[in-house]
């Protein structure tokens, strides 16, 4: 009987296993180095989040008492407006003061809407600059993995 070379069947399996461990630890530490520790990176998050909320928080309650002011300054010079309608002498009067006001009353709405709308701008743009700042952490550092 002629004898056939052994073969080991199990050589090229145990050598792509070894091979696969060894490329999926080494992904696993580099994906820890990129992270560092999951837990400080998810805590700063967290932080990121209760920041933005804080930011958010404060500009509201800036922007409330400004409308608050705003509010009051108004009921005030309706009462100063009342008081000079009544002062007219003539229908003519009348209309020409009551045209004034409502000129004045629209600039003024204008100005305080486009006032408005850039503070809530520029908080919205506080509020998410921390959490901005994480995103922007967490793709700086898998592009630094890949």
């Known amino acids: 009987m002629s004898s056939l070379p052994h073969f080991d069947f ?13 490329k999926t630890k080494a992904a ?3 994906s820890n180095s ?11 998050n967290l932080e990121a989040f209760v920041e933005a909320g804080k930011i958010l928080a404060s500009g509201l309650q800036e922007l409330t ?13 309706l009462s100063a407006e009342v008081k000079e309608l009544a002062t007219a002498q003539s229908p ?6 009551q045209n ?6 629209f600039d003024e709405a204008v100005s305080s809407a486009s006032k408005h709308s850039e503070a809530l701008v520029k908080l919205a ?18 592009k630094n993995a890949a």
């Open 92 to 97: 003519t009067d009348f209309l020409k003061i």
């Open 65 to 77: 008492t400004a409308l608050v002011s705003d509010s009051r300054a108004g009921f005030e010079n």
């Open 100 to 105: 004034e006001l409502v000129k004045k009353h």
């Open 10 to 22: 199990t050589a090229p399996f145990q050598s792509a296993f070894a091979d696969l461990q060894d």
């Open 34 to 44: 990129v992270f560092g520790d999951y837990n400080d990176f998810a805590k700063g």
């Open 28 to 30: 696993f530490e580099k």
């Open 125 to 142: 743009n506080e509020a998410a600059q921390p959490i901005s700042t994480r995103v922007s952490l967490a793709v700086e550092k898998v």
